[in-house]
Each structure stands twice: as structure tokens, then as C-alpha cells.
């Protein structure tokens, strides 16, 4: 890699890039802390037996999330690192669709799903039973709040454990295969402790966002758990900090997770790893493909189902007690998208994303090419405080936002105009997507270009604009159009920062829907099936602009 | 390329369809913003919204556009607007910052004699001294909805003003048009702080479903409720977070105490001690009916309106709401589906009808228009929005608010035929309930904070013991069990000090409230132990 210098301009940049990224994100951090640090505050968040269910509470719905996610994710890693058969790609891709696929979405298709007159219970009493059949929302909440969360985090878990398998030296499992090791042995002595590493770290980073997620169990209606008691809490912050104190113990309890699993596994197990070789993969046809492929639509319906119930409830006249919808509308379609809230709200979300996506695009390219081309004194600190937000939940980070905006005052306060807070919130959560995807662009693009470029007599800023971007353009492409889907449906910022309702985005606008009498869920429902159409498309064109390298930016 | 092209096509028809679909003349550019904070539903403040912009368009011949905020129930709305008015009287008053600065809002201090520091004295009156934007303001011009108790608390705070309605349309507020009270009820202050403006009855909204597959009748008063049969089927809503359960729980309370009131021995008349101490009973009962109900209930909501869902999907079997809610959710099922799902039932005797308000706030940064839009829902015009059938000219455009019109000249035969619920009479329905507001309208916040830190905080613990009552065959096989389940925590007699305590800054509410969570978790868990043991 070429070590340009860097001119006074590039030292201008790393300076506000910088002192952009120390207010932006060490000042939330800051802000949730000095707030809640109090003793008085914590005791009385501590002190209360509610507020301690409450945390309690997260911490086991994470548990249980984790280690269900571990047992969705595990297999069928196994599965793609070994075998191959036909549609395995597709499959592939679809076992994916919960990264992008919001969780807050999936839960108004749990209601239909699992109600007294639910689909479920329908088909239960299709095969013998009556009803109203089994309470499952009354009795197994948090079950099912786990089994959601579980099912839309399970990607991150299996995208990092078939990376390790693939790395995995086949001639270790074929030796012990030899030594007349059975298949479990093979998976409990060799496979599962050389994934270790990437177990740990998937886990780490399902567990800390399953403690922290605000969407799922607000919407299915979990209350007494810390995420959802310190959204409650919004409104009385200026009497009460107690919230602060909550989010205080989300944050130290994430940073104690983190840093418990680098002092377990950090590198312990490179060292047996041969990146070099590969495991031969089988591939398998006929009755064998058809068993093979059998967990991944198993895994990948459930995980899109509620996904799919929400876009058809949408276009229902009525789904009462029946398995499939009572006649079709498009009636509810057209309410919502005709509705005075509907329209102001994608108005503002396409702007908080235009904005927060060409925002993420300016900053990420730079730090991506500093890191690439440049690496001056710093840029490994820089590089690592762009990966910041993949780790600190977006509660935790909203909190912070409004903290630091209410501080801040003049046009950042979110009481008058949440407008400028929401776009820097919404773009400094997507900064690792891009920065690792413009970096990825940058490393495959030979640097004797920009050298011949330069040798020529062009000035950087001609071989940035005439060289290096059209031949980065399509992960610039792809990058933004992965942070402005993901802005557009965006829900910890949305829900804690949006607070004046002419600047309410789609998820703000989804949620108050959902509280209308009558036709409101449905009119939420169909306004929902509109976002998430909406986003298909944004990243089927990311697909197409990236090709298989898409998956690679999911990765951290 | 033709994938891109195919891809970049169908954005933009998903982006196309709201834009064309978009109401025309939504928004006029320029137009003056009123700010409204509410816990309406969507359909009423889109009603309203469209019927006062025309209205504001055709008569006073100005732009104008409603921000609305929505924090929530009103027990949000009450948190918001506290913190508003401490922010900004922060901001407004830096050098009366003083020990006890705090208390600026607190009503007590204007009684003669009231004990407090200098500090807190002098930022009551200066709190109370302006009415001006620049001044002390939420930056909210009207709090609409929410009951008429928290609004009345409101203005004593000094957070509500005059709007100046009454003097300004004598006609209006006559007992023939809006009367002052109903059924024991303040439909509007008579210093003009607040102003009813529509009806509500508190009632139970029943799955008709649920109710056959149960084999129990359609429960049609409170007590029905709190039979065990019910059990992991009730909704249940949480009244510190929605003032429509915070008004049922009380009119239920009411109701109890009336009864305990009404069984002392007509001659000789009872004297005052006999009547404290059947009020008191009448308390203790109430509280004992309500901790069945919430174990009874197989989940808690944060909104009437969630669980009046949750019973219209069948998911709940019953639940405590407020008329129109009901009757909302029982239109939409029968206009989808062409069946009857949910009914409502207003409690004969255990139910009034009330008010719901709509007020001016301190310092209303544009309070002219304010004040417009507080006439125009008082108008006949306005109110014809509540009940009219939509469509109909006059009425409201989309949506049957199904709510009931609080001005008389609003029930005539001929305004009846345009209406969605033409049989219901608020003003005979009255008759039936007298509200005495002295016996529990002091206690509004108590009530709900008690309901929540004795029967929906300790839950796990109530719902446990209640099971374990009834699987011993009900309290009467368990008296002993059953008395620990009632155990009160604030007896009337010392509903006074609770409501002082609760008043007395965060530190001390939150430890009393968990205090009484201790105490009824302890007592729960004694019921159910008591009850294994079959005593």
C-alpha cells in the first residue's frame, strides 16, 4: 500500500473528522454517563423492585436470545461451510434477510400470528383443537419476545461461524474421522472449540443487542424490561433521571460482556487454524440436497413469516379465526398511503436519509482512505472509532443524542427540531457499513492508477474525482444504498429523538398508527408492507451493484 | 444495467404512490402553527385538524396548521408538561432559583398560612404573575383530553389560564346548552381553566366470542369482573399511564363506597362517624374488587385503546374502557367482517358521565389561534364532529369519532337522525350516578399509584396467591388466605398522608411507592401461602 504523504488538506480533514467523531460519538457517551453516574441516581434505579425485574429481565431474555440464536445459527453454518447443492445460494441469502428486515415490523405480524383467533391457533383447531386455542401471548411473552429476537439476530452469529469453519484445516476433522472419532466428538473436541473465537464474539454482539433491544418487546408488548422502562421514562427526564442510571447499567454491562469475552478468547486459537487450506465441500443431490436444504427454509420461514403476515394483513379485509386471510382489500393500502401522517412521514425520512446517507458517505470515505491510502499518525485510533456503533446499541446511543442535543441547544435540540440530530444519529450508526465497504473498494483497486495519476501531473483531488471513485463506484453505490435503507426504517433514534410530531419518520409514524382505534393496525400493517417493499428494492440494487460481495459488509 | 434500471423503476413507483395518493391542500406553506398536546386518538386529530384549517381558512380568513404532540396517556402528558414549565421556568427565572424554587407549581402554597421557604413563595408568585410566551411557557398552546381531574390539578397548579370562553359566549354555558356539572361531574370550571368537550362513560368492553367460549354472561358491572371464573382472561390497563383506566378505577371505587354508604340503616340517620367508617369500607372493598381484577388480567397495557384491541381481536375476553373506544373497535370489526364481536356495557349505577376537557396553557406561545380553536370545538359546528356519520356535510370527512357531543342543542330529533349512535342520551344516562367528588377526587393521583404499586408491580406475586385461593375452592373455603390477599396498604383514613407523601419530590414518592410494593408482595405471597395450607 503506498504511503502518500498527507497534504495540509488531508491534515484539515483527519482534524474534522475527528473533532466530528469526538462530538458525535464520545459526547453521547459522555452525556449518558455524567448523567446517570450519580449514586443517588443509581441507587434509586437499583433500589426499586421493578426497575431491577426490569434488568433482570434483559439480561435473561438475552440469555435465552443467545443461546437460541447459537442453536439456529450453528448447524446451518456447518451445513453452508460443507455442502453444496442446488439453490444453496438463494437459500443463502434468504437465511439473511433478518439483518435488513426490521424486528419492529416482524412484531405487528406476531399479534396475527399468535392471538387467541391467530393463525396459529386456527390451525391448531383446522387439526382437532378449538377455539380460542392456547393464550400464547398472555402466558409465553417472553418466550416469545426471545424466539422474535432470536430469529432476526441468528444472521450475525452465522455469517462470522461459517467464515470460521471455512477457515477450519479439513485435515484435523479428516484425522480424527480416521482415528474412529464419531460425529459428535468431531463437533464437540475439534469443530466447536476451534470456532470458538467466533462463537464468542457473535455471541457477544447478539447478547449485548438483545439486552438493549427497544423495538421487539415494545411492540409485543414486554414492558417490565430495562429497555423499554427507560423509553417510558422519556418524558419525565428533567425530574427523574432514572432512566440515565438504567442506561448507565445497559452501557457498563455491555462494556464488562465485551471486554470479558477479548480477555477470554482474544487469539487464543489462530494459532490452529490454517488459513491456508480449505474443507473440501461435498456436494449433495436428490433426496440428500432436499434434507440439507430442508433447515434453511425451515429457519428462514419463521424468520420471514411474521414479515409475510404483516404484508398481507395489510391488503385483509379480515383474519378472524381463520388460517388465511377473509377477503382482500386495498383499501387500507390506500388509507395509509393517502393518510395526512403517511406522507410528512417518508417526507421526512427520505430527507433524514438523503441527508444522513450522503453525511456517512463523505465522512466513511475519508476515514476509509485514510486508512487505505494514507495511514498517517492516528488512523488506526480513527479507523477503530468508526467501528464504535457496531458495538454500543442504539438505545444507549439515543439517550446520548438527546442528552448531548438538549446540552448543545440551538439547532440541535430535539424538543424544537429533531431534524439535525436524527441525521447525525442516523449516520454515525451506519459509519462502519460504510467505511468497511469503501475500504474494501479502495483495497481492490490498484494504487499504480493514482501513482500514474499523480506522475502524470494530476492533482489528488482530479485523480479522486477523474480515477478513484468511478473505479470505487459501485461500493460507494452499494454503501449508500445500505445506509439509507437502513435510515429509512431505523427505530432506537426514531423513537427516542423524533420528539415533534411534524418531524416523526416512517417507524415513529408506524408506531402511532398502531395505537389508532379500528383500522389502525391494519393501516400500519399496509404502511409497514410499503417501508419494507421499499427496502427490498434498495438493497436488491446494493446487490446488484456489489454482487456476493453484499454479505461482506454485514460482517464486522 | 436493465436490472438497475428495472430496480430504480420500482423505487420510484413505491415513491410515486404516497406523493399522487396525497390529500390535496394538506398544507398550506406559511401557515401559523398552533401546538396541542393530547392524548386523542389519530382519527379525532385528523378530524379536527381538517375541519379547523378549513374553518380557520373560510372564517378568519388565516392559515393556520396543528402540531400535535402525543407523549402518550395523560399521565405522560402531565410528566411532559411538568417538565416543560420546570425547564422553562429555569430558563426564564435564573435568579429566583433559590431553595424550594421547585415548588413554583405547587398549589398548596397558595393557602393562607401555607410553610415554605422564601425561595419557593417568591417563584410561586412569580410563576403566577405571567401569562406571556416569553415568560414561563411549555411552548404548548392547549392540553386536550385526558379527564377532568389531572386538568383541574393542572390549573391549581397554575400550569392552565382563563381562556375567557364563558364571558365571552354567555349563551353557551347555560344548563340548557353546557351545563356546569353533570351527575356530580364539573363539565367546565367556572373560572374558564378548562372546558368539557366531549362525554365520556366508563364501562366494560366484552368479546362476545370469548364470553361463549367462556359460558359466562356479558359482565355488566364491575364486580362481574372479579369472579374468579374470569381468570388469565381480563385486559387490564396500567392508570398511572392512561387517564380513561385512572377514571373507570375510580368510578368503580365510587361506586363501592356508595353502596357501603347506601347500606347504613336509613333511620335514625346514620351519624358522621358511621358514614366515615362505612366510606372507609367502601374504600377497602373496592381495592379488594380491583387487585381480583388485576389478577384476572392476563396482561397489562399501557393504553385503554390497546386493550379494548386486544378484546376486539378476542385476545382478551374483557376490559375496563371508555364508551367511544369500544364502540370504535366493535364498528371496524362489524364493517370488515359484517360480525359482532364486541359490545359495550356501561355499568347501570357505577358509571357517570364525564367530561373531557380542553384547555388553555401559561404562556401559550400563540394564543390568539388557541383560543380559536378552543371556541371552534365548543361550537355546534365542532361538536357536530363527534357523533355526525362521516360523509354527511358538516360532519367529520373520513372517520365516525362515535363520541358524544357535550352541548345539548346537539341531541334534538333532527341532529339525532345524523348521528352514528342516535340512541345514546348522556343527560339520562347521568341520572343513574351521582360522582362525589370529595370523596375520592382528591385522591386521583393516589388512587392510580396505588392501583400500580400494589396490584400491577407485584403481579407475579397477586396472580399467584388469587390461583391459589381459587384452586382451594374460592375465599370462602380460605378466609384466612383471602383476608391476607385484601391486607389493606393505605387505608382511607390515611389517604390524606399517602397523597402528602406522594407529593413530596421524587426521592420520597418513589420510596413510598416501593415501599407499598414490598408490602403487598408480602402480603400476596402470605394469601398464597395461607391458601396451600387450606386455611
Known amino acids: 500500500?503506498?504511503?502518500?504523504?498527507?497534504?495540509?488538506?488531508?491534515?484539515?480533514?483527519?482534524?474534522?473528522?475527528?473533532?466530528?467523531?469526538?462530538?458525535?460519538?464520545?459526547?453521547?457517551?459522555?452525556?449518558?454517563?455524567?448523567?446517570?453516574?450519580?449514586?443517588?441516581?443509581?441507587?434509586?434505579?437499583?433500589?426499586?423492585?421493578?426497575?431491577?425485574?426490569?434488568?433482570?429481565?434483559?439480561?435473561?431474555?438475552?440469555?435465552?436470545?443467545?443461546?437460541?440464536?447459537?442453536?439456529?445459527?450453528?448447524?446451518?453454518?456447518?451445513?453452508?461451510?460443507?455442502?453444496?447443492?442446488?439453490?444453496?445460494?438463494?437459500?443463502?441469502?434468504?437465511?439473511?434477510?433478518?439483518?435488513?428486515?426490521?424486528?419492529?415490523?416482524?412484531?405487528?405480524?406476531?399479534?396475527?400470528?399468535?392471538?387467541?383467533?391467530?393463525?396459529?391457533?386456527?390451525?391448531?383447531?383446522?387439526?382437532?383443537?378449538?377455539?380460542?386455542?392456547?393464550?400464547?401471548?398472555?402466558?409465553?411473552?417472553?418466550?416469545?419476545?426471545?424466539?422474535?429476537?432470536?430469529?432476526?439476530?441468528?444472521?450475525?452469529?452465522?455469517?462470522?461461524?461459517?467464515?470460521?469453519?471455512?477457515?477450519?484445516?479439513?485435515?484435523?476433522?479428516?484425522?480424527?474421522?480416521?482415528?474412529?472419532?464419531?460425529?459428535?466428538?468431531?463437533?464437540?473436541?475439534?469443530?466447536?472449540?476451534?470456532?470458538?473465537?467466533?462463537?464468542?464474539?457473535?455471541?457477544?454482539?447478539?447478547?449485548?443487542?438483545?439486552?438493549t433491544e427497544l423495538g421487539t418487546p415494545l411492540m409485543l408488548g414486554y414492558t417490565r424490561i430495562t429497555p423499554v422502562q427507560v423509553w417510558m421514562g422519556l418524558n419525565e427526564l428533567a425530574a427523574n433521571r432514572v432512566p440515565y442510571a438504567l442506561v448507565v447499567v445497559m452501557l457498563l454491562s455491555a462494556t464488562a460482556i465485551y471486554l470479558l469475552g477479548r480477555w477470554l478468547f482474544a487469539g487464543r486459537y489462530d494459532a490452529q487454524i490454517d488459513r491456508s487450506s480449505h474443507g473440501a465441500e461435498q456436494v449433495l443431490r436428490g433426496g440428500a440436497a432436499l434434507a440439507a436444504a430442508a433447515p434453511y427454509v425451515l429457519v428462514a420461514g419463521l424468520a420471514v413469516l411474521p414479515h409475510l403476515v404483516v404484508l398481507l394483513v395489510g391488503l385483509t379485509k379480515d383474519w378472524y379465526g381463520t388460517v388465511l386471510p377473509r377477503g382482500w382489500t386495498w383499501m387500507h393500502v390506500q388509507e395509509a398511503l393517502s393518510h395526512p401522517q403517511v406522507v410528512p412521514g417518508i417526507l421526512n425520512s427520505l430527507r433524514y436519509s438523503l441527508a444522513a446517507t450522503a453525511l456517512a458517505l463523505a465522512i466513511g470515505t475519508f476515514i476509509a482512505w485514510v486508512g487505505v491510502r494514507w495511514r498517517p499518525w492516528g488512523w488506526r485510533a480513527l479507523d477503530a472509532a468508526a467501528m464504535v456503533p457496531l458495538a454500543v446499541p442504539g438505545i444507549i446511543f439515543a439517550f446520548g443524542y438527546l442528552g448531548l442535543g438538549v446540552a448543545i441547544g440551538h439547532g440541535l435540540d430535539p424538543t424544537k427540531n429533531p431534524a439535525p440530530l436524527l441525521i447525525i444519529a442516523y449516520s454515525i450508526r451506519r459509519l462502519p457499513q460504510v467505511v468497511r465497504a469503501v475500504a474494501a473498494g479502495l483495497a481492490q483497486t490498484p494504487v499504480v492508477l493514482e501513482e500514474a495519476a499523480a506522475v502524470a501531473g494530476a492533482s489528488r483531488a482530479r485523480s479522486l474525482a477523474r480515477i478513484t471513485f468511478p473505479l470505487i463506484g459501485a461500493s460507494l453505490a452499494a454503501a449508500a444504498l445500505l445506509t439509507f435503507s437502513a435510515s429509512m426504517l431505523e427505530v432506537s433514534d426514531s423513537m427516542v429523538l423524533a420528539m415533534v410530531r411534524s418531524s416523526w419518520p416512517i417507524t415513529r409514524v408506524i408506531f402511532d398508527l398502531l395505537n389508532a382505534l379500528g383500522s389502525g393496525p391494519a393501516i400500519a400493517c399496509a404502511f409497514a408492507g410499503w417501508a419494507m417493499l421499499f427496502l427490498i428494492c434498495c438493497l436488491a440494487g446494493a446487490a446488484v451493484l456489489l454482487g456476493r460481495r453484499l454479505t461482506s459488509l454485514f460482517r464486522s | 444495467m436493465r436490472s438497475l434500471i428495472l430496480i430504480g423503476g420500482a423505487m420510484a413507483g413505491l415513491l410515486a404512490a404516497p406523493l399522487a395518493l396525497r390529500p390535496a391542500g394538506a398544507e398550506h406553506p406559511g401557515a401559523q402553527t398552533i401546538v396541542i398536546v393530547s392524548p386523542h386518538d389519530l382519527q379525532t386529530r385528523i378530524e379536527f385538524n381538517t375541519a379547523f384549517v378549513r374553518y380557520a381558512h373560510e372564517e378568519l380568513h388565516q392559515d393556520v396548521a396543528v402540531d400535535w404532540r402525543t407523549p402518550g396517556g395523560t399521565g405522560e402528558i402531565q410528566r411532559y408538561l411538568a417538565t416543560q414549565f420546570h425547564q422553562a421556568f429555569r430558563r426564564a427565572h435564573p435568579d429566583l432559583l433559590q431553595e424550594g424554587w421547585e415548588r413554583f407549581d405547587d398549589a398548596g402554597l397558595d393557602k393562607p398560612g401555607a410553610q415554605a421557604p422564601p425561595g419557593a413563595k417568591a417563584a410561586r408568585a412569580a410563576f403566577l404573575a405571567a401569562d406571556a410566551p416569553d415568560a414561563v411557557s411549555s411552548g404548548v398552546d392547549l392540553w386536550w383530553g385526558g379527564g377532568v381531574l389531572p386538568q383541574a390539578r393542572a390549573a391549581d397548579q397554575g400550569y392552565l389560564v382563563d381562556a375567557g370562553l364563558v364571558r365571552a359566549e354567555p349563551t353557551w354555558f347555560t344548563p340548557s346548552c353546557i351545563p356546569q356539572t353533570l351527575s356530580g361531574e364539573t363539565v367546565y370550571d367556572p373560572k374558564g381553566r378548562y372546558y368539557g368537550a366531549a362525554f365520556s362513560v366508563f364501562g366494560i368492553g366484552t368479546s362476545l366470542d370469548r364470553v361463549h367460549a367462556l359460558g359466562l354472561p356479558v359482565p355488566a358491572q364491575w364486580q362481574d369482573l372479579g369472579e374468579g371464573a374470569w381468570c388469565g382472561t381480563l385486559g387490564i390497563v396500567d392508570p398511572t399511564r392512561s387517564a380513561a383506566a385512572a377514571s373507570a378505577f375510580e368510578r368503580l371505587i365510587q361506586q363501592q363506597m356508595l353502596e357501603a354508604v347506601e347500606a347504613l340503616p336509613a333511620a335514625p340517620a346514620p351519624t358522621a362517624s358511621a358514614t366515615a367508617a362505612a366510606l372507609a369500607r367502601g374504600w377497602q372493598d373496592a381495592f379488594t374488587l380491583i387487585r381480583r381484577i388485576g389478577a384476572n388480567a392476563r396482561d397489562i397495557s399501557d393504553g385503554a385503546s390497546l386493550s379494548v384491541r386486544e378484546v376486539a381481536h378476542g385476545d382478551a375476553a374483557a376490559t375496563m374502557c371508555i364508551d367511544f373506544q369500544a364502540r370504535a373497535e366493535a364498528e371496524y370489526a362489524q364493517t370488515m367482517s359484517g360480525q359482532e364481536r364486541l359490545v359495550f356495557q356501561a355499568p347501570v349505577g357505577g358509571t357517570s358521565v364525564s367530561a373531557d376537557p380542553i384547555a388553555l396553557l401559561r404562556g401559550a406561545p400563540h394564543r390568539a389561534l388557541a383560543v380559536a380553536f378552543l371556541r371552534f370545538v365548543l361550537s355546534h359546528e365542532g361538536q357536530r364532529l363527534w357523533n355526525d356519520r362521516p360523509g354527511i356535510p358538516g360532519g367529520p370527512e373520513h372517520f365516525a369519532l362515535r363520541r358524544l357531543p357535550v352541548r345539548r342543542d346537539c341531541y334534538t330529533a333532527e341532529e339525532r337522525a345524523r348521528m352514528t349512535d342516535p340512541d345514546t342520551d348522556p343527560f339520562a344516562l347521568a341520572a343513574h350516578f351521582t360522582y362525589h367528588a370529595a370523596w375520592t377526587g382528591p385522591y386521583y393521583d393516589l388512587m392510580a399509584n396505588l392501583v400500580r404499586a400494589t396490584v400491577l408491580d407485584p403481579r407475579d406475586e397477586l396472580v399467584a396467591a388469587w390461583r391459589a385461593i381459587l384452586a382451594a375452592g374460592g375465599p370462602a373455603r380460605v378466609p384466612q388466605a383471602y383476608a391476607a390477599f385484601a391486607t389493606p396498604i393505605v387505608p382511607y383514613g390515611d389517604a390524606p398522608a399517602a397523597k402528602a407523601g406522594l407529593a413530596g419530590g421524587t426521592a420520597t414518592r418513589l420510596a413510598l411507592l416501593r415501599a407499598w410494593t414490598l408490602r403487598a408482595q408480602a402480603a400476596y405471597r402470605s394469601a398464597r401461602q395461607l391458601a396451600d395450607e387450606g386455611r
Open chain 1, 1 to 211: 500500500m503506498a504511503a502518500r504523504s498527507g497534504s495540509f488538506g488531508g491534515w484539515v480533514g483527519m482534524g474534522l473528522v475527528a473533532l466530528l467523531l469526538a462530538v458525535f460519538l464520545a459526547g453521547p457517551l459522555l452525556v449518558v454517563l455524567t448523567q446517570g453516574l450519580s449514586p443517588v441516581v443509581l441507587h434509586a434505579a437499583l433500589a426499586n423492585p421493578v426497575y431491577r425485574e426490569g434488568l433482570a429481565n434483559a439480561f435473561l431474555v438475552a440469555t435465552v436470545t443467545t443461546a437460541l440464536a447459537l442453536v439456529i445459527a450453528v448447524p446451518l453454518a456447518w451445513l453452508s461451510s460443507r455442502y453444496r447443492f442446488r439453490g444453496q445460494r438463494l437459500l443463502e441469502a434468504v437465511l439473511l434477510a433478518p439483518l435488513v428486515l426490521p424486528p419492529f415490523v416482524g412484531a405487528l405480524g406476531i399479534y396475527q400470528l399468535l392471538g387467541e383467533y391467530g393463525i396459529v391457533n386456527s390451525l391448531l383447531a383446522h387439526l382437532g383443537g378449538r377455539l380460542p386455542g392456547p393464550d400464547w401471548m398472555g402466558n409465553h411473552r417472553f418466550a416469545i419476545v426471545c424466539a422474535v429476537e432470536a430469529l432476526g439476530l441468528y444472521p450475525i452469529l452465522y455469517l462470522l461461524t461459517v467464515a470460521a469453519f471455512r477457515r477450519l484445516d479439513a485435515s484435523l476433522i479428516e484425522a480424527a474421522q480416521a482415528s474412529g472419532a464419531s460425529w459428535t466428538q468431531v463437533a464437540w473436541r475439534i469443530v466447536l472449540p476451534l470456532a470458538r473465537p467466533a462463537l464468542f464474539s457473535g455471541g457477544v454482539l447478539v447478547f449485548v443487542w438483545s439486552f
